[in-house]
Nanobody, 116 residues
C-alpha cells in the first residue's frame, strides 16, 4: 500500500515563504511523476507544479515564485514557495503516479494560508 505524507504547511504573511515536503512510502519503488495540486475554497483542484519523467512544469500563476524538486532515491518531492500571495491560500495535495498499475496516489493535504 502506497502512502504519501505531506508536511510544511502553515500561516505566512504575504511575501513570505514556505516549503512543502511529501514522502512516499509503501510497495512502489518508483513513480514516473510526482507533484502538487491545490484546492482553494469553492474552487476546483488545480495543478501547481509537477515533475514527469524528470521534466518540470508549473502553473502560470506560480512560475518564477515556486520551485519543485525531487529526490528519486527517497521518493520525496518538495515545493519551495516564495513571494506568497493571498491567492495562494489553499489546501495543497501531493500526488505520485505509477504506470503499472496505472494509478495516481494522493496525500491527505496540507493547509497553506497567506494572510496579513
Amino acid at each position: 500500500q502506497v502512502q504519501l505524507v505531506e508536511s510544511g504547511g502553515g500561516l505566512v504573511q504575504p511575501g513570505g515563504s514556505l516549503r512543502l515536503s511529501c514522502a512516499a512510502s509503501g510497495s512502489i519503488s518508483s513513480f514516473y511523476a510526482m507533484g502538487w495540486y491545490r484546492q482553494a475554497p469553492g474552487k476546483q483542484r488545480e495543478v501547481v507544479a509537477g515533475i514527469t519523467w524528470g521534466i518540470t512544469n508549473y502553473a502560470d500563476s506560480v512560475k518564477g515564485r515556486f520551485t519543485i524538486s525531487r529526490e528519486n532515491a527517497k521518493n520525496t518531492v518538495a515545493l519551495q514557495m516564495n513571494s506568497l500571495k493571498p491567492e495562494d491560500t489553499a489546501v495543497y495535495y501531493c500526488h505520485a503516479d505509477t504506470l503499472v498499475p496505472r494509478h495516481k496516489y494522493w496525500g491527505q493535504g496540507t493547509q497553506v494560508t497567506v494572510s496579513a
